[in-house]
């Protein structure tokens, strides 16, 4: 399995970003997708996650109302949606392929939130 992390970069606060993750090597389908993110010197934590099955989401609460979390099973593809930015945004977000077998990571990509 493989995934890519795409659209990160610099935007100020209060702007948007669309981050992209594309999966390949498996069935898409089967696995549980997340969103997690690593800001320097603090731990990895979950911003927000989406089931195979039913699609069911769930966000960390200080992402609640601002980030949403989609996928797209034709095109392999999970996104999250980011808006109201702020300073403490800041991180290198991954994306998280998981079954109860699997788990695979991608690169990051970064998000500087900054003015």
Not at 22 to 36: D, V
Request: charged share 20%.
């Amino acid at each position: 399995v493989q995934l890519v992390e795409s659209g990160g970069g610099l935007v100020q606060p209060g702007g948007s970003l669309r981050l992209s993750c594309a999966f390949s090597g498996f069935t898409f389908s089967r696995f549980a997708m997340s969103w997690h993110r690593q800001a320097p010197g603090k731990e990895r934590e979950l911003v927000a996650s989406i089931t195979n099955v039913d699609g069911r989401t769930n966000y960390a609460d200080s992402m609640k109302g601002r980030f949403t979390i989609s996928r797209d099973n034709a095109k392999n593809t999970v996104y999250l949606q980011m808006n109201s930015l702020k300073l403490e945004d800041t991180a290198v977000y991954y994306c998280n392929a998981r079954t109860y077998l699997h788990d695979y990571w991608g690169q990051g990509t970064q998000v500087t939130v900054s003015s």
